[in-house]
């Protein structure tokens, strides 16, 4: 399967990026950082958006200092946390402070489709860019605003940093192995889920567009993010006025499903259905039909003595073999990976996930590619995540040559 052509040109004088892909002719400008916005636009790039990133002078992006590891050498290392987030776009630095480079945003925002921030709420009114502002300059512009807690009510003013949110939104209270150790996630959740919910709501606004011809204000939150993937932990509160409590490596709502041991190590195995308990009850030489288990119900009344039986029949047998019995009987089964055996499997390869660009500084490196793909292939990027003000230059005679042809 070849991947569809997205070719980014030079950016030379008066020479935007080409690019072919469903948000090809689309202009983003971002002035977001850290992670959320950033993550939102890095979204809009593989789909093939131009992806304008204006960074503050001397640092630019937080993230650009958020490390170790860094990569590089000592006067030009780059932040991995940086790359994670910011494939795809292009750097130029402004000073919002400065009248001649505020100047110069203004013409950006001109030129732009969507514009993206993740300021607290109020700080583009104080620039000079709250919404109305905004469509002075350019009507059909699509905003995206993403905060912590939202842009209103008692609390909207708030700064949100994943962590605070993932404890404030309830997200720990259900992570972790019991009630008295709440755990984060692993990745910054809430800030990756926000780009999402953000870059999903400016595809909506740029969609409605085409019928309206004007742009839309989009707003989403870390806490909305959080809140909006609550799922079934959500309604056993609003709807069975039940607290969810965390329930480790095992399922909350089915039994079995979870992390089990085994002779040398773990296994991860799933039973959605009562034909899937009653075959691996059978497999292992159990009663599936025992009151205590035969329910998923039941199981869950009894989480402890289900677990306790079925790692007792793993405990002799090595993690391979009992995936291949599991998978041999239709037992939705897996390993656990470390993050450098997931890039090294072959299954992840053959997806499209890893993606080779070539830094101005660090030469040719691996980054985790687009979750998506389209059926004539896998989206990817040439450009990869720029180094401050990269493209300066490039961006401003850009804009120079459309006044002159303006």
């Given at each position: 399967?070849?991947?569809?052509t997205?070719?980014?040109?030079?950016t030379?004088?008066g020479t935007?990026?080409?690019v072919?892909?469903?948000?090809?002719?689309?202009?983003?400008l971002?002035?977001?950082r850290a992670?959320a916005g950033p993550?939102a636009?890095?979204m809009?790039?593989?789909?093939?958006a131009?992806?304008?990133?204006?960074?503050s002078?001397?640092t630019?992006?937080d993230?650009?200092?958020?490390?170790?590891?860094?990569?590089?050498?000592?006067?030009q290392?780059e932040?991995?946390?940086?790359?994670a987030?910011?494939?795809g776009k292009?750097s130029?630095?402004?000073?919002l402070?400065?009248?001649a480079?505020?100047?110069v945003?203004k013409?950006?925002?001109t030129?732009?489709d969507?514009?993206v921030e993740?300021?607290?709420?109020g700080?583009?009114d104080?620039?000079?860019?709250?919404?109305?502002?905004l469509?002075?300059?350019?009507?059909?512009?699509?905003?995206?605003s993403?905060?912590?807690?939202g842009?209103?009510g008692?609390e909207?003013?708030?700064a949100?940093?994943?962590?605070i949110?993932?404890?404030?939104?309830g997200?720990?209270?259900?992570?972790g192995a019991d009630a008295?150790?709440?755990?984060?996630?692993?990745?910054p959740?809430?800030?990756?889920?926000?780009?999402m919910?953000?870059?999903?709501g400016v595809?909506?606004?740029?969609?409605?567009?085409?019928?309206t011809?004007?742009?839309?204000?989009?707003?989403?939150?870390l806490?909305?993010?959080?809140v909006g993937?609550?799922?079934?932990?959500?309604?056993?509160?609003t709807v069975a006025?039940?607290?969810p409590?965390?329930?480790g490596n095992q399922?909350?709502?089915?039994c079995?499903?979870?992390?089990?041991?085994?002779a040398?190590g773990s296994?991860?195995?799933?039973?959605g259905?009562?034909?899937?308990?009653?075959?691996?009850?059978?497999?292992?030489?159990l009663?599936?039909?025992?009151?205590?288990w035969?329910?998923?119900?039941?199981?869950?009344?009894?989480?402890?003595h289900?677990?306790?039986?079925l790692?007792n029949?793993?405990s002799s047998?090595?993690?391979?073999?009992?995936?291949?019995?599991?998978?041999?009987?239709?037992i939705?089964?897996g390993?656990?990976?470390?993050?450098d055996?997931v890039?090294?499997?072959?299954?992840?390869r053959?997806?499209?996930?890893?993606?080779?660009?070539?830094?101005?500084?660090?030469?040719n490196i691996?980054?985790?590619g687009?979750?998506?793909?389209?059926e004539?292939g896998?989206?990817?990027?040439?450009?990869?995540?720029?180094?401050?003000?990269?493209?300066?230059d490039g961006?401003?005679?850009?804009l120079a040559?459309?006044?002159i042809t303006?």
């Open positions: 399967m070849t991947a569809p997205i070719q980014r040109a030079g030379g004088v935007p990026p080409t072919s892909g469903p948000f090809q002719d689309i202009t983003v971002d002035l977001s992670l993550h636009t890095m809009m790039a593989d789909l093939g131009r992806v304008i990133k204006v960074e002078p001397g630019g992006d993230t650009r200092g958020w490390g170790p590891p860094f990569a590089g050498p000592e006067d290392r932040s991995t946390y940086f790359l987030a910011n494939r292009e130029i630095v402004l000073d402070k400065n009248a480079d505020l100047d945003l013409r950006l925002i030129e732009s969507v514009l993740n300021f607290r709420p700080v583009m104080r620039l000079g860019l709250g919404t109305d502002s469509w002075e300059i350019n009507r059909s512009l699509v905003v995206l993403i905060s912590g807690f842009h209103d008692p909207g003013g708030r949100g940093y994943d962590q949110i993932q404890g404030e939104a997200l720990m209270s259900i992570t008295d150790n709440p755990t984060k996630m692993g990745v959740i809430a800030d990756l889920l926000a780009g919910y953000g870059a999903y595809a909506g606004a740029l969609v409605e567009r085409t019928k011809g004007r742009g839309r204000h989009v707003r989403t939150s806490l909305a993010s959080v993937v609550h799922a079934f932990q959500g309604t056993r509160w006025g039940e607290v409590r965390p329930t399922h909350a709502a089915i079995p499903y979870g992390l089990f041991s085994c040398d296994i991860q195995l799933a039973v259905s009562e034909k899937q308990w009653r075959t691996l009850a059978v497999a292992f030489g009663d599936p039909e025992l009151p205590e035969s329910s998923n119900e039941a199981r869950i009344a009894n989480r402890d289900v677990i306790a039986v790692e029949e793993f047998r090595m993690a391979d073999e009992i995936l291949q019995v599991l998978d041999g009987i239709g939705p089964s390993k656990l990976r470390s993050i055996e890039y090294s499997w072959e299954q992840t053959s997806q499209g996930l890893l993606l080779e660009v070539e830094h101005p500084t660090l030469g691996t980054l985790p687009p979750a998506i793909r389209f004539d896998v989206l990817r990027p040439r450009l990869a995540p720029p180094t401050l003000n990269q493209h300066g961006i401003r005679a850009w040559s459309k006044e303006a």
